[in-house]
């Protein structure tokens, strides 16, 4: 088979004051910053020396034409439990995630599929904001999810699932320090 003789070896592993098994998850509309928050907060787990799986949740789910959303949630959904067995196989048992979460049956699905405590921020950040930092990718994609965005922003989609609001307005190292102190991993 070919993963024999291919296990997972952790050569920084050790105890650095986190819990084990615990996850955040980190919400908001497009272009709010939960990818570019999480990738800081796995470089500063990296920094520490702490063991973690970095999930951005919508590379789980893409690549199949589904004729409704609910079906590739239940994609990703399977997929996430897949991902996070081996993970948690390998030794790994703290996850940093990135997923935009528009209802509390959505996060309920999340938390069963990675099967740890999670918990949730949701990054927020005025509409004109996004629209300058996406301003300099002009692809009809981009566009598309730009109008997302302000309808869901509109709509109140994804509030109130979250255990903390952050504004996301300051630099990237700033806001990610913020959520570790803020989960106790500071």
């Known amino acids: 088979m070919w993963g024999e003789g291919y296990g997972a070896v952790l050569p920084y592993a050790g105890p650095v004051g986190l819990r084990s098994d615990e996850g955040v998850l980190l919400t908001g509309v497009y272009g709010s910053g939960k990818s570019t928050v999480a990738a800081e907060i796995a470089y500063l787990l990296e920094q520490r020396r702490q063991p973690y799986a970095l999930l951005d949740l919508d590379f789980l789910g893409w690549g199949v034409d589904y004729p409704d959303e609910a079906a590739g949630f239940g994609l990703m959904l399977r997929n996430l439990a897949a991902v996070v ?102």
Request: without cysteine; glycine residues 8%; charged residues 25%.
């Open 85 to 186: 067995s081996n993970y948690r196989e390998a030794g790994i048992s703290v996850f940093v995630m990135a997923y935009f979460v528009s209802s509390h049956d959505e996060l309920h699905g999340i938390r069963e599929a990675v099967g740890v405590p999670l918990r949730v921020v949701r990054l927020s950040l005025p509409l004109p904001d996004i629209e300058q930092r996406l301003a300099t990718d002009v692809t009809t994609e981009r566009h598309e999810e730009l109008r997302e965005a302000a309808r869901q922003i509109a709509a109140g989609e994804g509030v109130g699932i979250e255990d903390v609001v952050l504004a996301n307005d300051r630099p990237v190292g700033t806001v990610a320090q913020q959520v570790m102190t803020w989960l106790g991993w500071a």
